[in-house]
């Protein structure tokens, strides 16, 4: 899909540059996962403080709505049988069992029909290519699932600016608490800074919660490559939001609550299934909305994210959300304050432009 909204001008991909200097960029989590710094931004002014005090700035009535997709490990090395090193990237599944979208690097390119061996009875077969992606079909002989010999024998697709974390810790790190439904090949990074503790903290005083699932894709990695934003094609990922869901969301704003979405794929899945009145209706499928400032938010009242790369289209959905000027804002202020950016960063609460 191509930009959503009239914004005031023509927007260009050097209107959402910055400088970021590389140390400001979190290699490992924090511990515990509530003790990231929060960046509560509003027209008023900037409040600094920290992940927990969430429980300060929501109140009875609201209603959180998370991305409960799982990560898989999308990232698998193997051989082709001349013995030529292989490693592929899983990106999006296709139908069909073990079917899926894939990027693939070795020393030289790999030919369609070819077998590539990952373990002992597990190998890829490429059957297509589509652009700069594979299509290949995982196949096991051992009596496993796919499922199964991935988690045996993948690993974690951390993000590639993230260069000196621990293997082990990022298996569980990478992860939210609440994650359910495997098919996510990078995490919805705002869910990462809750714990049971805070939820059941903020459910206590009130503060309700659903569940929704959008697999988030290689696409939210891959450079913007064109200058006039109207031209750039949005990636597209499938999601669920059940009628459960919609009945709850619909049900807050009703008695005035607030939809506090967790991440930008959850403002994306909501925004993606709302009527233009901000109704909400079930719905299962992809979406590829692109959201740059102009865009009118209709489902989403809060949104709860962390600090976005130069020039990618999450910066760009951040700017929609606060306007372009408040995003500039908070991000200068974030670096001077010493915040820590991107997935193992700290996060934003941000309230809307429009809201005084």
Known sequence: MSASGDGPRAWQLSDFDYVLPPEAIAQRPVTPRDAARLLVSRSGGITDGVFRDLTAWLEPGDLLVLNDTRVIPARLYGHKPTGGRVEILLS?????????????????????????????????????????RFVIRLQTGSGETVAQALERYGQLPLPPYIVSSDPEENRTRYQTVFARHPGAVAAPTAGLHFTPELLDALQAKGVERVMGTLHVGLGTFQPVRCEALADHVMHREWFSLTADVAR????????????????????????SACD???????????????????????????????????????LMLVAAFTGKVRQERDYAHAVAAGYRFYSYGDANLLFPEREA
Do not use: Q
């Open 92 to 132: 999006r599944p296709r139908e069909g069992e073990g079917v899926w979208e894939a990027l693939i690097g070795g020393n030289r390119p790999v030919r369609i029909g070819s077998e590539i061996v990952l373990a002992e009875g597990f190998s890829a077969r490429v059957e297509g290519r589509e652009a700069e």
């Open 276 to 314: 233009a009145s901000g109704a909400l209706a079930a719905m299962e499928g992809e979406t590829g909305l692109f959201i740059l400032p102009g865009y009118r938010f209709r489902a989403v009242d809060r949104l709860i994210t962390n600090f976005h790369l130069p020039k990618s289209t999450l």
């Open 248 to 271: 709850k969301v619909n049900a807050t704003k009703r008695a005035g609550g607030r939809v506090v979405a967790v991440g930008t794929t959850v403002a994306r899945m909501l925004e």
